[in-house]
């Protein structure tokens, strides 16, 4: 599973019960994200964009599950398409999203603790979950280039095609909280491809 993310929008209200509370997020596209620096090593800065409706495979397949997370943990859901509390608006400008965080949800331990840290401000990122298709399937879901040597030295990455599973709100805006070898292969015909857990993540990278 790849992560993105982006600052995006969200706001978090009681129902008009005062029961439930409906969240409401927009994943704005076409936004450049910097994966990598280059480090310390001195490699190539990596960047990434996700172009206009990326997500419309599954976005418009209503039968397809899509789930809405707390840090991409699905022991920590929020809410989801096939329970009816999830619904997703795909446009060229974004993916917007509209939760019902019902109340016997909102029980839980880790629910609560996200709202605290809602209301705190320290959640206010939403990063989609997704994977790429096999090229045998979509040849072009993705592509790799060189950065306008006017604005710097990066391979940018942009994703025309993807698979989305959930979306989740993390603490930090750009991309996951991790490195960049963690969060993404840019080998372009492994993209797809889950990697087994058993490799070390800095075999992830294969430029």
């Known amino acids: 599973m790849l992560f993105g993310g ?3 929008e969200l706001e978090l209200r009681r129902d008009s019960r005062g029961t439930g509370r409906r969240l409401k997020g927009r994943f704005p596209y076409n936004r450049l994200a ?3 620096d280059g480090g310390r090593n001195g490699g190539r800065p990596r960047k990434e964009r996700i172009a206009p409706r990326a997500f419309s495979y ?3 397949r209503p039968d397809e599950e899509i789930h809405l997370l707390v840090g ?4 920590r859901p929020l809410a989801s398409r096939n329970n009816d509390t999830l619904t997703l608006r ?4 974004a993916l917007t999203f509209d939760a019902n965080i019902v109340p016997e ?3 839980a331990p880790y629910v ?3 709202l605290a840290a809602f ?3 320290l959640i206010r990122g939403i990063s989609p979950g997704f994977r790429i298709p096999p090229p045998r399937t979509v040849p072009d879901a993705e592509k790799v280039e060189e950065e306008d040597p006017a604005e710097g030295t990066a391979l940018i990455r942009t994703i025309f095609e993807a698979l989305l599973y959930e979306l989740s709100l993390v603490t930090v805006a750009a991309y996951r909280e991790a490195t960049a070898e963690e969060a993404r292969s840019w080998d372009m015909a492994l993209s797809g491809l889950m990697v087994p857990p058993s490799r070390h993540v800095l075999h992830r990278w294969r430029l």
């Not at 991409?72 to 022991?75: E, G």
């Not at 795909?90 to 400008?93: C, F, Y």
Request: glycine letters at 8%; aromatic letters at 8%.
């Open 6 to 8: 982006a600052i995006g």
């Open 34 to 36: 910097v994966l990598s």
């Open 58 to 60: 599954r976005v418009e």
């Open 72 to 75: 991409h943990s699905y022991d």
């Open 90 to 93: 795909d446009t060229d400008e």
């Open 105 to 107: 949800v909102q029980e």
């Open 112 to 114: 609560q603790d996200f």
């Open 119 to 121: 209301s705190a401000g």
